[in-house]
């Protein structure tokens, strides 16, 4: 079996840092994924880690630690747009990723 | 840029009915995957198909099924349907190599009801 575990809710305002982070249990693991989802909307990939360390792709980047079985998204220059859920998955098998439970992002002004 | 296309959109059916969801994936990816998602839930994965071969199965129900046909595209055919099973359902497909990109593209899902 697999669980994901990260935090429900995250608040900030504009033009802060925000982390969610992502702890995984799982049988088998080839990298950890993390997509948007608007409400109603599709979930949109993000970033992929399938090594450890950072990725970085303009004001987002993504983390892991394959021996801690972490991971984290930071969310940098927070925009109102940013308001959306975010999910980390895991691709346990190479063959379909298993999602968390998402962790909502409320941004202010 | 091509994208995946899922239709219908909306649905509306009654219990105990039976409905057909279906999804035409990005030329040139080369596995297919089903996703269902309840009101703020999370994408439960239902199950998979590479080059029209189901490569692997989650949660979905016995009374579910699904194909790709020879044109790549797939079907997830639902019956009996429950109230439960209103829930968005997504349809997505990757490049070879997910392992390696761990990049899935959806669809803009199709929206089922159940009365």
């Known amino acids: 079996g697999q669980s994901l575990e990260q935090p429900s809710e995250v608040t900030a305002v504009e033009g802060a840092i925000v982390q969610i982070n992502c702890t995984y249990q799982?049988?088998?693991?080839?990298?950890l994924s993390w997509y948007q989802q608007h409400d109603g909307g599709a979930p949109t990939f993000l970033s992929y880690?399938?090594?450890?360390g950072l990725e970085e792709t303009g004001r987002f980047s993504s983390f892991l630690s394959r021996s801690d079985s972490y991971g984290y998204l930071l969310l940098q220059e927070l925009q109102m747009k940013d308001s959306a859920s975010y999910f980390c998955?895991?691709?346990?098998?190479?063959?379909?990723?298993?999602f968390g439970k998402g962790t909502t992002l409320s941004v202010s002004s | 840029a091509a994208g995946v296309i899922q239709s219908p959109r909306h649905l509306i059916k009654e219990k105990r009915e039976t409905a057909t969801l279906k999804c035409y994936p990005i030329?040139?990816?080369?596995?297919v995957y089903w996703y269902q998602q309840g009101p703020g839930q999370d994408p439960q994965f239902l199950i998979s198909f590479y080059e029209k071969m189901q490569s692997d199965k989650g949660s979905i129900p016995d009374r579910f099924s699904a194909q790709q046909f020879s044109d790549y595209h797939s079907e997830l055919n639902m019956s009996s349907l429950e109230l439960g099973d209103s829930a968005l359902y997504f349809c997505?497909?990757?490049?070879?190599?997910?392992?390696?990109?761990?990049?899935?593209?959806f669809g803009e899902g199709s929206r089922l009801t159940v009365l």
């Open positions: 030329p040139r990816h080369d596995t």
């Open positions: 799982t049988s088998g693991f080839y990298g």
């Open positions: 880690n399938g090594l450890d």
């Open positions: 998955a895991v691709n346990q098998a190479g063959t379909a990723l298993i």
């Open positions: 997505a497909s990757s490049l070879p190599g997910l392992r390696n990109t761990g990049e899935l593209f």
